[in-house]
């Protein structure tokens, strides 16, 4: 994952740098407040040569489908076979902040996601209750097997449904643990090839505890109630979500965490640790594992965790 706050000068040989050390994806982010998803994605595709891309993710109440299509299906054009696009409710904080939170977000998800598709492999699409097109269709769209996937990033049960149904893949958020993503594939129950993209804070070094201390940042977030799914199949749920309460701060929250839950939580240790973990990811259903550098330098960390490829 290219870090949302990375330095303007690093993004490039960030970019770059992933490239060289043979990641296979990397992903950039949309948080609100920081960059564009699909400029750093065009930007990165055309500062690398082999590596695939990923947008995490496209919030369905910031772009009008039809204009969003046309970005995607550039992006597919451009650097055919080498673009994943992630699209999804957005944040319902975030999105409430811009006057973008609708009433139906399943409705306009499902439609959303349905347009997108249909316009980046030149179908014509019609008017919806909230995708109101009407007969629009993209002149120049994607060739077969150019055309970028289209995820879903969710979380509750009936968005990982409809993910399903509709989506070539899901984006789970992180913290992806197995348990986790056995659970959403379970509600995902897809009928068709479809992948699963599941996202984690990640460090490692020779020193698995100097790695473990090292990521615990990347958790001070993780809480109630946006992250209930992704908690509730661990058995120390319940017991996690008290200690959030309990925590004045974040800071003193991330520093209460057991090891033994920061190792579940996270991507970390030593690096056959870390492959252990994510042989543990691929073996539940995980198809990507997108891994967050957490270090003082992105460009450093993203080089220890190149150890575990």
Request: with cysteine.
């Amino acid at each position: 994952m290219l870090p949302r706050d990375l330095a303007p000068s690093q993004v490039l040989p960030f970019a770059r740098r992933a490239d060289e050390l043979g990641f296979d994806e990397l992903w950039v982010v949309e948080d609100l407040g920081f960059r564009g998803g699909v400029a750093q994605a065009a930007a990165v595709l055309a500062a690398t040569g082999r590596i695939r891309v990923g947008i995490g993710l496209l919030p369905v109440g910031a772009r009008n489908a039809a204009f969003a299509a046309m970005e995607v299906a550039t992006l597919g054009q451009l650097f055919p076979g080498r673009v994943d696009v992630g699209i999804g409710h957005g944040m319902p904080g975030w999105m409430r902040s811009v006057g973008e939170w609708p009433a139906s977000p399943l409705t306009l998800l499902d439609e959303y996601l349905r347009a997108v598709i249909a316009l980046v492999r030149g179908d014509v699409v019609e008017p919806g209750e909230y995708v109101a097109l009407d007969a629009v269709r993209l002149e120049d769209a994607c060739v077969p097997g150019d055309a970028p996937r289209i995820l879903a990033g969710v979380r509750g049960p009936k968005s990982l449904a409809l993910s399903g149904r509709v989506a070539d893949g899901t984006i789970l958020a992180e913290p992806t643990t197995p348990e986790y993503a056995r659970a959403a594939l379970k509600y995902v129950d897809a009928q068709r090839p479809h992948r699963l993209v599941g996202y984690n804070v990640a460090a490692v070094d020779s020193d698995a505890g100097v790695a473990v201390e090292a990521v615990r940042a990347g958790l001070e977030w993780i809480g109630e109630p946006d992250w209930v799914p992704h908690l509730a199949p661990l058995p120390f749920a319940d017991e996690f979500a008290a200690l959030r309460r309990e925590s004045g701060s974040r800071e003193e929250f991330v520093r209460r965490l057991p090891e033994e839950w920061v190792r579940q939580l996270a991507v970390t240790g030593t690096p056959e640790d870390a492959r252990a973990r994510l042989d543990e990811l691929f073996a539940a259903g995980v198809d990507s594992a997108v891994l967050f550098p957490i270090g003082a330098d992105p460009v450093q960390a993203v080089e220890r965790l190149a150890a575990v490829l």
